[in-house]
């Protein structure tokens, strides 16, 4: 039978007969244990260590003295560790501009990993062989991202989150009126007031080629 760890194992048992006089048993996990009684051998528990365990039971007696196998299978549960550069789980980039990969690390009984929460244009990937679980791509929405990513697998998964903080561009739009931006005076005339806003994540402006007096 297959367990996870920590779970108590389903009782098995076996009959002693002929000339036998009890059993022992050898192979089995921790947490684990066999018991004799009345003509029946018991194994019991909650194994508290993972791996495939093949034990043997030995009956006891005065002529010849046959023995039973089994195999328990003993699942760990899922490990997650950040596995990137310190920080890369809480980035900021600008729209359109590549993230620097995050990576985790899958353990123990885990056998894949997902995430939710990441902006468009950014996929996570698992590669079975290394046991990592990679974000990467190019976001193509602005905002902040709280993801999170779980291991997959047979027994307890576990889950780490992080933040991608996509900056939009700034924009920069004429708010005076139609034309203003180009005209004609003569020298000495004040020029009629030309604005501009500026949107998005710009934080300010500046200007070239204005005339002495502009």
Not at 174 to 195: E, K, P, R, Y
Request: charged content about 0%; glycine content about 16%; proline content about 4%.
């Amino acid at each position: 039978q297959t367990r996870c760890i920590n779970n108590a194992i389903t009782d098995i048992t076996y009959t002693i007969g002929g000339t036998g006089t009890g059993a022992s048993v050898t192979g089995l996990p921790a947490g684990v244990t066999g018991v004799y009684n009345a003509g029946t051998f018991t194994i019991s528990g909650t194994p508290t260590a993972s791996g495939t365990f093949n034990y043997t039971v030995n009956t006891a007696g005065p002529c010849s003295n046959p023995t039973a196998t089994g195999t328990i299978i003993v699942n760990a549960n899922s490990t997650l560790t950040f596995s990137s550069s310190p920080g890369t789980d809480n980035q900021t980039k600008c729209i359109n501009t590549a993230i620097t990969n995050i990576t985790y690390t899958v353990g123990g009984g885990g056998t894949g990993a997902t995430v939710t929460g990441l902006p468009s244009g950014v996929t996570g990937s698992y590669n079975s062989g290394t046991k990592v679980y990679t974000i990467s791509g190019t976001p193509t929405v602005s905002g902040t991202f709280n993801y999170t990513v779980t291991t997959t697998g047979p027994c307890i998964n576990t889950s780490l989150s992080g933040t991608i903080n996509v900056t939009a561009n700034a924009t920069l739009t004429l708010t005076s009126a139609v034309g203003s931006n180009t005209q004609t005076v003569c020298q000495n005339i004040a020029i009629t007031n030309i604005t501009y806003s500026v949107g998005g994540t710009g934080t300010g402006a500046n200007v070239t080629g204005l005339p002495a007096g502009v």
